[in-house]
């Protein structure tokens, strides 16, 4: 259930913009998608998340498409500190099931 | 506000042993979860609520029990620890399926 699919894994250069996928070709209408990451020993932490339009906050933007059947995260400006595990999770009849996710490596 | 908070942090119980994770909230969220994580691998849903009184099975649910009496409360009991069961287990709490969630500090049980 609340199925996504993303990349393993993403490589990104400090200072640079990170767009980071995530597929959701079975999401119902009121499905929302949410985006969370795991920095290395420590809990999740909430990113952002959206229904229809594009959402933007002080961390990210989220980037939905029309069909709504995928998403991007986008980091802007890369740090170090944005090094972690990102989860893609859609609200299904089973709210907040981790996938994966993808583990973004930033270089410095 | 203190958020999510797990008690206790760290706890090391042996075969057969049984125990409560405690998780409580203060922001008046009606749902609230609990995962496991294993060593270098991802979240697994045990048991969520969607509301006081109301539990439902996640992704790994067997060796755990759960309830929910208040809003505010929602411990995972651990009747017969097995090694299996070694793993930091994280509660989290959202006003609803479609908002933010917030998580506790985590519990890093160890079964010897």
């Known amino acids: 259930d609340a199925k996504t699919t993303q990349p393993n894994s993403m490589e990104s250069n400090e200072e640079e913009p990170v767009h980071l996928p995530c597929n959701h070709s079975?999401?119902?209408?009121?499905?929302?998608i949410h985006w969370y990451r795991q920095l290395p020993s420590q809990g999740p932490e909430y990113v952002i998340h959206g229904l229809t339009s594009n959402v933007n906050n002080r961390m990210a933007s989220l980037a939905i498409a029309e069909d709504r059947k995928s998403s991007t995260l986008i980091l802007h400006r890369a740090t170090l500190r944005d090094a972690a595990v990102y989860y893609c999770?859609?609200?299904?009849?089973?709210?907040?099931?981790f996938g994966k996710g993808t583990r973004l490596s930033v270089i410095a | 506000n203190a958020g999510v908070t797990q008690t206790p942090k760290f706890r090391i119980l042996k075969i057969g042993q049984s125990m409560t994770l405690q998780c409580t909230q203060d922001?008046?969220?009606?749902?609230m979860y609990w995962y496991r994580q294993d060593p270098g691998m991802g979240l697994k849903l045990i048991y969520y609520?969607?509301?006081?009184?109301?539990?439902d099975k996640g992704e790994v649910p067997n060796g755990y029990n759960v309830s929910r009496s208040t809003t505010e409360d929602f411990p995972l009991r651990l009747e017969l620890a097995a090694p299996s069961q070694t793993s930091v287990y994280f509660c989290?709490?959202?006003?609803?399926?479609?908002?933010?969630?917030?998580f506790g500090q985590g519990t890093r049980l160890t079964v010897v």
């Open positions: 079975t999401i119902s209408g009121t499905d929302y």
């Open positions: 922001m008046n969220h009606n749902y």
């Open positions: 999770i859609r609200s299904g009849n089973t709210p907040l099931v």
């Open positions: 609520s969607v509301g006081a009184g109301i539990t």
């Open positions: 989290a709490s959202s006003l609803d399926r479609n908002t933010e969630a917030f």
